[in-house]
C-alpha cells in the first residue's frame, strides 16, 4: 500500500512526508467518505491546513476522490488503493452502503458506446432511503 503512495508522489515530483503519510493512513483506515473536517478530526497529529492542503494534492493526483453531496465534498481513497465501487446513501440517517454491479458497469460502457463516447470515469450515487428507515417512517401517499 504504502509503495503505492511513494510511487505515485514520487513520480509527480513530490515528496512524501509525515503528514502525508498519515492522511493516506486516515483514509486507509475508513471505509466510507469522510467530510474534509471529518478527515482533519481522525489525524489530529496534522495541523488542519495541512491535512485540507493533503487532501488537495491527493484528489489532483488521483490518489483520492471528491464527491459532492447537498453542498458538501466527501473524500475517500482511489482505485487502485480502494476496488471500485458507487454508494447508496440514506436521506434519513445518513447511512453509506457500498454497492458494487458488474451489470451497472457494464450498461455505462454500453451507453457510452452507444453514444461513440469513451468514458474515462464516472460518478454513481444512489439516495433514498435504507430498509430500517423505510420500515420505520410513514410511506408517502401516491398522488
Ligand atoms: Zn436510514
Ligand atoms: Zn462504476
Redesign the pocket.
Known sequence: MHSDLESILKTAGQSVTKPRQAVFETLSHTDEPLKNGEIAKRTPQVDRASVYRTLELFTKLGITTTTIRGWTPFTELAEPFKPHHHHMI??????VEEIASDTLEDVLTLIANRHQFILKSHTVELSG??????KSLPQPVAS
Not at 440514506?90 to 447511512?95: F, K, L, M, Q, T
Not at 432511503?129 to 423505510?134: E, F, P, T, V
Open positions: 440514506c436521506e434519513h440517517c445518513g447511512s432511503l435504507c430498509d430500517s428507515c423505510s
